[in-house]
């Protein structure tokens, strides 16, 4: 079958894993090797989206399952969640497992059992685990469920990333994109842009600050060839204000230059930044505020 006959498939994949085992970075080098562009379009649908990967004769959604490993009384809400999520869109189930984590807990493996979907386990961070060990926990793991393919990766290196699309492509069916190729995701842009600013934040300021400050994006418009952005940051007291300024707004300044470079990254032109820091005392305790704030 030439490639112009191949016909076209498209699916949801649902990711599952602990925090820790590298489920960002593997988006990362999934949708970042593929995907610089995206579009300014509204959260309209009810999945909650990691990314939306395209190519020629492809498209494969990935869903994202918050919350697997979480304290104890959020846990039940939270797994039902995954699992219905999963359950109802879910096509196939990416297993994200780090070897060097001695057994995952029962909870993620009974969870995983009880989608009866393909089950692809990835064993992430072989750039620094030990194969036998890996293997070992593998063999664990096929013990307690029904694996239909193992893949060994280095989501950091890249390694193993390629085979293990080309096996996702394979258990997928025929049938047309659901969103258009050039979407990235189904957050609009103006999420990613707060989040980039947000992600400054945290690498700039120490403490309670990163945690008291949240981001919005005031105005976004887009032209030709550049951007422009006004965005608030908002803080929970007064004091943190000035301590975000910094003396005679140098703090400020470094933070919309680096916020400014990651964005420029991000959506691949020119950015006109601009920052305001606004006091909304005690936001995160007053429920309308949160939610104005998109929470």
């Keep these: ?29 999934i949708l970042g090797a593929k995907i610089s562009i995206t579009t300014h379009k509204a959260q309209t649908t ?3 989206i990691v990314g939306i990967f395209s190519d020629e004769n492809s498209q494969i959604v990935f869903l994202d399952t918050p919350g697997v490993i979480s304290p104890k009384y959020e846990l039940q809400k939270a797994m039902m969640k995954t699992v ?7 096509d196939l189930i990416l297993f ?7 057994h995952p807990p029962d909870d993620v493996v009974n969870l995983i059992k009880s989608i009866n979907k393909p089950i692809y386990l990835v064993v992430n961070k072989m750039d620094v685990a030990n194969q036998d060990k890996a293997e070992k926990s593998v063999a664990e793991l096929e013990s307690k469920m029904k694996i239909r393919s193992v893949h060994y990766t280095s989501a950091t290196m890249g390694t193993g990333v390629t085979e293990l699309m080309e096996e996702i492509k394979k258990g997928l069916l025929p049938g047309p994109p659901f969103y258009p190729k050039e979407d990235l ?5 103006r999420f990613f842009v707060s989040e980039l600013i947000r992600e400054q934040i945290f690498l700039q300021f120490h403490q309670e600050i990163p945690y008291s400050c949240t981001v ?25 204000k000035g301590m975000l300024i910094g003396k005679g707004g140098s703090a400020i300044k470094e933070l919309g230059i680096e916020a400014r470079k990651s964005i420029e990254e991000f959506i691949g032109k020119q950015v006109y930044l601009e920052l305001h820091v606004k006091v909304r005392e005690k936001w995160r305790e007053k429920e309308g505020w949160v939610r104005n704030l998109g929470y």
Excluded: F
């Design 96 to 102: 994200i497992h780090d070897p060097m984590d001695t």
């Design 1 to 29: 079958m030439t490639e112009e006959t191949k016909p076209h498939k498209s699916g949801y994949v649902a990711i599952i894993g602990k925090p820790n085992a590298g489920k960002s970075t593997l988006m990362n080098n």
């Design 46 to 48: 009810r999945h909650q």
């Design 216 to 240: 919005e994006v005031v105005s976004y418009d887009a032209e030709v060839d550049l951007d422009r952005i006004h965005a608030d940051i908002i803080v929970n007291q007064k004091s943190q």
């Design 84 to 90: 219905e999520r999963a359950r109802s869109d879910a």
């Design 185 to 189: 995701s189904e957050h609009p842009v």
